[in-house]
């Protein structure tokens, strides 16, 4: 199994920046992907960023791009979400996933067996 805390979380105005953090524990050897999902009330999960643990080859939603990085620090354990530019529309919950299967549905939330306790990110406008 693997454990995740997520830390960072915030309010900022649009156009500020976030850095958000999650730290892992666990069988992190074993992890094929962690990535960052978000979700607003009433609605589904949405995959934000993800990156490959072994390779880290990153993915992301196509609103992000450019404003979001995804890293990773296999040394440490960790994988950070750092967040330029926001917008309003970026408010959500923000949750760390981990996966150790490299199935398809790379980017799916049901493909995630390990997740976060969840961190608020609050863009106003």
């Known amino acids: 199994q693997v454990q995740l805390v997520e830390s960072g979380g915030g309010s900022v105005q649009t156009g500020g920046s976030l850095r958000l953090s999650c730290a892992a524990s666990?069988?992190?050897?074993?992890?094929?992907?962690m990535a960052w999902f978000r979700q607003t009330p009433g609605k589904e999960r949405e995959f934000v960023a993800a990156i490959t643990w072994s390779a880290g080859n990153t993915y992301y939603l196509e609103s992000v791009k450019g404003r979001f990085t995804i890293s990773r620090d296999t040394a440490k354990d960790t994988v950070d979400l750092q967040m330029n530019s926001l917008k309003p529309e970026d408010t959500a919950v923000y949750y760390c996933a981990a996966r150790f299967s490299s199935v398809s549905g790379w980017f799916q939330s049901t493909g995630f067996a390990y997740w976060g306790q969840g961190t608020q990110v609050t863009v106003s406008s």
């Open positions: 666990g069988r992190t050897s074993s992890t094929f992907m």
